[in-house]
């Protein structure tokens, strides 16, 4: 059985996720870097012996990418990959991957929030709460919001 030296994988910009958000645990063997931010300089220092880049926010482009041919990989801790040269991660045949399940609970939530919201006229009942509104008119009131969403035909 032939012996693998564990990947190197190094993680560019790990200040840009929040600590509350616990990263995976990686299934196999590999080495981890992590740096809390990286200056556009020291991007190829950094990822010069990396089989594996993460990155949230740090630019790859196409004279990065020649400079690190042992580079197979950029994981990208995000949705969209706008930060990172495609067509010279094609000529230079390094993967490109996003975060798998990236926010699968909080855009649908975010989402119904967003219709009671819109149902409900929150910003506006909010807007005139602020202005002073609630206090000054005597038939302004919230009555029965809750129970009212829960029997609303969306």
């Excluded at 645990?25 to 200056?39: F, K």
Aim: charged share 15%; glycine share 2%; net charge neutral.
């Amino acid at each position: 059985m032939a012996h693998h030296s564990p990947i190197k994988v190094v993680f560019l910009d790990r200040e840009t996720i929040p600590d509350h958000i616990t990263l995976p645990t990686l299934r196999y063997p590999h080495h981890w870097q992590s740096y809390p931010a990286t200056a556009p300089d020291d991007v190829i220092e950094r990822l010069q012996q990396a089989d594996v880049a993460v990155i949230n926010k740090v630019v790859i482009n196409d004279t990065i990418l020649a400079a690190l041919p042992k580079l197979k990989l950029i994981a990208v801790a995000a949705t969209g990959v706008n930060n990172v040269d495609l067509d010279a991660c094609r000529a230079n045949r390094v993967q490109v991957c996003n975060v798998q399940g990236y926010a699968t609970q909080s855009v649908p939530e975010h989402v119904m929030a967003l219709i009671f919201a819109l149902k409900r006229q929150l910003v506006g009942y909010h807007t005139d709460v602020r202005r002073g509104e609630w206090q000054n008119v005597a038939s302004f009131a919230f009555s029965l919001i809750l129970l009212a969403v829960s029997q609303a035909a969306l």
